[in-house]
């Protein structure tokens, strides 16, 4: 396994007018999420039993093309499952992603790599979504964690792979794994075998979940462990470190009114 792990940083509400945001960095890219919502959406978009989610994705420079669009439809489509839009029919949840930071922004001995890849954003992208939706105190229905996996011309595995280890890798993939351990999503671009996907997406599922036997029965995950190496208790020691900061807010709200 090539490639060193990367430790994220995330922050949750660091915006103050949406009803939830969240920042995340993760292998050279930093995302800014802001989530609105449940609001009224317009008749025509309408779902009568459930709620339409509604992504925007805006680059780190320029405007918004073909790509941008692109990875609309995948998240809309990837956050249908997690979120749960029965519980606000006839309203629409806002989920605006702004990249603000990208690898490509970066030389390396004044030489300037483009990506060769767009994939390697989408892991950003989807957890900077959970984090902000999780701050918006709306209800998912499991977590979701994600991770980029590169298959070098060795067929060596590379984790987070740098712009210029793209630049000689034959695929690129993108996994996001539930926290019951399923394959939510999938994206890969180059070319590869299916042997050599399969170790791709084991060595994902280790980065995204660490060891299986830390889940309990109903699928959420302990949370008595420091490995941050394990995405998805990174994300759920971010979530726990807002909660406590909440709950001693509030009670020395409490005290001062007892004074």
């Given at each position: 396994?090539?490639?060193?792990?990367?430790?994220?940083?995330?922050?949750?509400?660091?915006?103050?007018?949406?009803?939830?945001?969240?920042?995340?960095?993760?292998?050279?890219?930093?995302?800014?999420?802001?989530?609105?919502?449940?609001?009224?959406?317009?008749r025509r978009d309408e779902l009568p039993e459930e709620?339409?989610?509604?992504?925007?994705?805006?680059?780190?420079?320029?405007?918004g093309g073909v790509r941008e669009r692109h990875f609309?439809?995948?998240?809309?489509?990837?956050?249908?499952?997690?979120?749960?839009?029965?519980?606000?029919?006839?309203?629409?949840?806002?989920?605006?992603?702004?990249?603000?930071?990208?690898?490509?922004?970066?030389?390396?001995?004044?030489?300037?790599?483009?990506?060769?890849?767009?994939?390697?954003?989408?892991?950003?992208?989807?957890?900077?979504?959970?984090?902000?939706?999780?701050s918006a105190s709306l209800p998912l229905t499991m977590?979701?964690?994600?991770?980029?996996?590169?298959?070098?011309?060795?067929?060596?595995?590379?984790?987070?792979?740098?712009?210029?280890?793209?630049?000689?890798?034959?695929?690129?993939?993108?996994?996001?794994?539930?926290?019951?351990?399923?394959?939510?999503?999938?994206?890969?671009?180059?070319?590869?075998?299916?042997?050599?996907?399969?170790?791709?997406?084991?060595?994902?599922?280790?980065?995204?979940?660490?060891?299986?036997?830390?889940?309990?029965?109903?699928?959420?995950?302990?949370?008595?462990?420091?490995?941050?190496?394990?995405?998805?208790?990174?994300?759920?020691?971010?979530?726990?470190?807002?909660?406590?900061?909440?709950?001693?807010?509030?009670?020395?709200?409490?005290?001062?009114?007892?004074?």
């Amino acid at each position: 396994m090539n490639g060193s792990i990367v430790a994220p940083e995330a922050d949750i509400l660091p915006l103050r007018r949406a009803d939830g945001s969240a920042r995340y960095s993760y292998a050279g890219y930093s995302v800014l999420a802001a989530v609105n919502g449940p609001v009224d959406v317009q008749r025509r978009d309408e779902l009568p039993e459930e709620a339409a989610i509604d992504v925007i994705v805006r680059p780190a420079a320029g405007v918004g093309g073909v790509r941008e669009r692109h990875f609309e439809s995948i998240l809309e489509k990837t956050l249908r499952h997690i979120i749960l839009v029965s519980a606000h029919p006839r309203t629409q949840i806002q989920i605006t992603l702004q990249v603000t930071h990208t690898p490509e922004n970066e030389s390396s001995s004044g030489r300037l790599f483009q990506a060769a890849s767009n994939l390697p954003v989408l892991p950003a992208l989807l957890q900077a979504s959970v984090l902000a939706l999780l701050s918006a105190s709306l209800p998912l229905t499991m977590m979701l964690t994600s991770t980029t996996v590169a298959i070098g011309i060795d067929n060596s595995l590379i984790h987070d792979p740098t712009l210029k280890q793209l630049q000689t890798a034959t695929s690129v993939h993108v996994f996001a794994f539930s926290s019951r351990g399923d394959l939510v999503l999938v994206e890969s671009e180059g070319k590869f075998s299916f042997h050599a996907w399969e170790e791709a997406a084991n060595e994902a599922m280790h980065r995204c979940r660490g060891n299986e036997n830390k889940e309990d029965n109903v699928g959420d995950i302990n949370m008595d462990t420091e490995d941050h190496t394990n995405l998805e208790n990174f994300l759920k020691s971010i979530v726990e470190q807002k909660v406590r900061k909440d709950q001693a807010w509030k009670e020395s709200i409490k005290r001062e009114q007892r004074a």
